[in-house]
């Protein structure tokens, strides 16, 4: 059974960083893409970030390019989100995604809050 779980979600000031965590587990991911997205109430699940598992090759949205940056480590099965200059509108929950020709497989989402 595939599991995604998400850690490091917290309130912290604008200007500031985090580092979002998803671990991974259930099955071989090294064919897989994963992702982070984000959403907010009242609105839909936007991308963020992703990364091919195999190869590394990285896509971001417009609005994080610069500030976030999406890594893996697989002795860890783990997914990053390093998130740096960290803005009000980046408030949200993070969840990650995987997949292969789709994003098949989420997690619970942890909670980021930016505050002024």
């Known amino acids: 059974q595939v599991q995604l779980v998400e850690s490091g979600g917290e309130l912290v000031q604008a200007g500031g960083s985090l580092r979002l965590s998803c671990a991974a587990s259930?099955?071989?991911?090294?064919?897989?893409?994963m992702g982070w997205f984000r959403q907010t109430p009242g609105k839909e699940r936007e991308f963020v970030a992703s990364i091919k598992w195999n190869g590394g090759n990285t896509n971001y949205a417009d609005s994080v390019k610069g500030r976030f940056t999406i890594s893996a480590d697989n002795a860890k099965n783990t997914v990053y989100l390093q998130m740096n200059s960290l803005k009000l509108e980046d408030t949200a929950g993070y969840y990650c995604?995987?997949?292969?020709?789709?994003?098949?497989?989420w997690g619970q989402g942890t909670q980021v809050t930016v505050s002024s």
């Open positions: 259930g099955r071989t991911f090294t064919s897989y893409t």
């Open positions: 995604a995987a997949g292969i020709s789709s994003f098949r497989y």
